[in-house]
């Protein structure tokens, strides 16, 4: 089974510590892990990890929300 996990937040420097953030920010510690390849795709980042036989889709958007 697939799961995606979209982070949204605004991008830059000046949202770093707000809120709008947080979900950025934990999609790139999930990206950290092992055997996890981040793609550019046209409006974002995109990687895929596997954990306990379930797909994570990472989603991470370069756009403003």
């Known amino acids: ?3 995606l996990i979209a982070g949204l ?6 949202y770093y510590y707000t ?6 920010r934990v999609l790139d510690v999930l ?4 055997n996890v390849v981040v793609a550019v795709r046209r409006y974002g ?3 895929e990890m596997r954990v306990k036989n379930k797909t994570l889709i990472l ?3 370069s756009t403003y929300m």
């Open 19 to 24: 809120r709008l953030y947080i979900g950025i």
């Open 59 to 61: 989603l991470k958007p």
């Open 1 to 3: 089974m697939k799961y």
């Open 31 to 34: 990206a950290e892990a092992p």
């Open 45 to 47: 980042f995109e990687a």
């Open 9 to 14: 937040g605004n991008i830059g420097s000046e």
